[in-house]
């Protein structure tokens, strides 16, 4: 097998468009568990121009237009989702699975592990302060994840990876309501134009353990306190960070999330 750092093997397995627990980086957890979960490839979606619902294999995605932006199916090998922002200052858009304002699938709660992964590929960084980007999983409901102007966070229940305006390296962080936590990961996770592998484990509701092109990154790790203990749900988001009128994107290969029951 094509074997790497912290997991099983380098394969993913689906029956069901549900992924088992041997495809994920924890080697304590016994493939024959009992786990739900989804993996959407993004492999067809239709152009949405307007604020709508993505009809995928996975579920229903509910498209946010904070500003302006448009959600669209892109041109490469296996299929991906493109979000792509309109050219202004703060114009920006996100996918959710699950409709706006519902509860979520996957709960952070003792003896439920939790691992989320996504292959994503993060703007056109035409200029060093103009991307804010977003990956991880969060409490479906209709408001904008990234903050405006790149500031401090005000979005509750969330738990991923982000990338704000000037920033070189990506960032961990969970917010537990309003309890968060921000770590900024090293100079190997690069804030660049690239197709890049973002993943996390979550072991209950004590800790949660990031991985970066399926490496784990010590300075990742989030406090107890700041992990969400409401129903999350995977989901991407891009904002442009200033004035200087150019349109930014993020895509989404894959997504896949997978808990115990």
């Known amino acids: 097998m ?6 099983i093997d380098g394969r993913r397995t689906r029956v069901g468009n549900v992924p088992l627990w041997g495809s994920v980086p924890n080697v304590l ?3 024959t568990m009992e786990a739900y979960g989804i993996f959407e490839d993004f492999a067809g979606i239709e152009d949405l121009a307007a604020a709508a619902t993505l009809a995928l294999p996975s579920g229903a995605w509910d498209f946010f237009i904070v500003v302006a932006a448009g959600v669209a199916q892109a041109d490469v090998v296996g299929g991906a989702a493109i979000i792509t922002t309109g050219a202004l200052d703060e114009d920006a858009g996100q996918i959710t699975l699950g409709s706006a304002a ?13 691992w989320f992964e996504a292959r994503v590929r993060c703007g056109l960084l035409v200029a060093a302060a103009t991307f804010n980007y977003w990956v991880g999983l969060v409490d479906p409901t ?15 229940n969330i738990l991923g990876f982000c990338a704000q305006d ?17 770590n900024p990961l090293g100079a190997g996770c690069v804030v660049d134009n690239a197709w890049h592998t973002y993943g996390f484990y979550i072991n209950g509701v004590t800790n949660a353990a990031f991985y970066y092109d399926r490496v784990l990154q010590a300075a990742g790790a989030i406090l107890t306190a ?18 200087l009128n150019v349109a930014d994107t993020i895509e989404a290969d894959y997504i896949m999330c997978v808990q115990l029951r």
């Open 166 to 182: 000037t920033d070189v390296n990506w960032s961990t962080i969970g917010r537990n309501v309003a309890v968060e936590d921000l």
């Open 142 to 156: 209709a408001a904008a994840i990234l903050p405006a102007g790149g500031g401090a966070f005000t979005f509750n």
């Open 102 to 114: 519902s509860g979520g699938a996957f709960f952070p709660a003792a003896g439920k592990h939790l």
């Open 2 to 7: 094509n074997r790497q750092p912290g997991y």
């Open 226 to 243: 700041s992990i969400p203990i409401t129903g999350l749900m995977p989901s991407i988001g891009v904002r442009t960070g200033d004035a």
């Open 29 to 31: 957890i016994p493939g």
